[in-house]
């Protein structure tokens, strides 16, 4: 008599064939204290790779720096419990990595880890405390939600560099990014040139956006700052050219150099009683603008000193009604419109 496998059982010996990965397929080494192992290069050929829990006796604790960098075979990966830190570029460019399974206990993505992936979504660990620059820059996501747990360094607006800068730069494909609360400022770069951004919620935590945060974000049309925000900085949404209304709340004190610069659709702009400091061509380029109300609270209304060297707060708002402008002029103002 012929026997009949049941199609449960197939599927389970297929997957063991898909997922059949020995210890040989894993060069490893010790963690810098010797309590578990480091995988620093998959030797494999498979497609589908489940990292196993443990190496020669020993807990897998670290996916390491460059362990998958450039591998053009493996399509999905899967990381167990255990894991606390993947190393920087441990993925990057991977060509046909399209799905990763994150373990909670995670605490560490390192920069540039899976820069370049054609990854098109992925659920961060709500264990996640470190996102490093770059992490998922250029990746096919089409969405993402950062854990509030997560906490980067005070940057240096106008050069530094700190975990978590460009962790989503250049991600085309990027339509909607939600940060959840307990975030407390968005790093420089986080989401530049995400040209397929529509949507971005912020949460009542955040106090600061870095510079160039969305720098180029050319679909984002609206933007609501929750009551907590004290800082936009440099060029925050410099080039935000379809953003037609921005929300400022009481809150808010600084708007850095460039921070709206060449928000083409803005078209009027009320501040706040609590603003103090608005930077150089903070609003320069904002060719539709025809509206500001602005209080006499305004201590300095600077001029540009970087990319657009000499540049007045309000340069080039070539539409701004005659009010609008008295109003500017009798806070100070003396830049060109």
Known sequence: MKKIIPAAAIILLLAGVAFAQ?????????????????????????????????????????????????????????????????????????SKLVSVTLP?????????????CPIPAIT??????????????????????????VRFSKEDWDFGRNSGSSAFSNCKNLKTATLLNGLTN??????????ALTAITLPASITTIGGSAFYGCTALTAITFPASITTIGNSAFNGCSALTTITLPASITTIGDSAFSKCTALAAITFPASIRTIGGSAFGGCSALTTVTIPESVKSIGFDYGFNYGY??????????????????????????
Do not use: H, W
Not at 104 to 116: D, H, M, R, V
Not at 125 to 138: D, E, V
């Open 22 to 94: 020995t210890e040989a397929d894993f060069t490893v080494t010790l963690t810098k204290d010797n309590t578990g192992a480091v995988i620093t290069k998959y030797n494999g050929n498979l497609a589908q790779v489940r990292i196993p829990a443990t190496i020669q006796g020993m807990p897998v604790r670290e996916i390491g720096s460059g362990a998958f960098i450039r591998n053009n075979t493996i399509t999905s990966v899967i990381i167990p419990q255990g894991v606390t830190i993947i190393g920087s570029s441990a993925f990057a460019y991977a």
């Open 104 to 116: 909670e206990g995670l605490a560490e993505i390192a920069e540039s880890a899976f820069t370049n």
């Open 124 to 149: 961060l660990p709500q264990s996640l405390t470190t996102l490093g620059s770059n992490a998922f820059s250029g990746t096919a996501l089409t969405t993402i939600t950062l854990p509030g747990s």
């Open 186 to 195: 968005i790093p420089r770069e986080m989401f530049t040139s995400c040209t």
């Open 312 to 337: 007045g707060a309000f340069e080039g708002c070539s539409k701004l009604l005659l009010a609008s402008q008295a109003v500017l002029r009798q806070v100070g103002y003396e830049g060109n419109f």
